[in-house]
Nanobody
């Protein structure tokens, strides 16, 4: 499974961005997918996750009500709509996919989101 993120960039506080994660390869084996982020000097942390059918989602408390995760299985693509961005949201955002049978995790290379004051 290969994952490629896009949509990062520079945005002012209060603005919005939409991240995309395109999956290719053995996408039929993917179960849950998620977005993680890592700010400089910090550990990678979960932002949001979504089940294979999109019926269940969960979010970090810090983004609840502002971010929305979704996926289009027909396009093998996952999205993260980020609204009301805050400077503390500055980080590299990574796409994650978990393989169903063995639980193997796959990661993209990340996309940088910078939120200016």
């Amino acid at each position: 499974v290969q994952l490629v993120e896009s949509g990062g960039g520079l945005v002012q506080a209060g603005g919005s961005l939409r991240l995309s994660c395109a999956a290719s390869g053995s996408t039929f084996s993917i179960n849950a997918m998620g977005w993680y982020r890592q700010a400089p000097g910090n550990q990678r942390e979960l932002v949001a996750r979504i089940t294979s059918g999109g019926g269940s989602t969960n979010y970090a408390d810090s983004v609840k009500g502002r971010f929305t995760i979704s996926r289009d299985n027909a396009k093998n693509t996952m999205y993260l709509q980020m609204n009301s961005l805050k400077p503390e949201g500055t980080a590299v955002y990574y796409c994650n996919a978990r393989e169903e049978l063995y639980g193997t995790d796959y990661w993209g290379k990340g996309t940088l989101v910078t939120v200016s004051c």
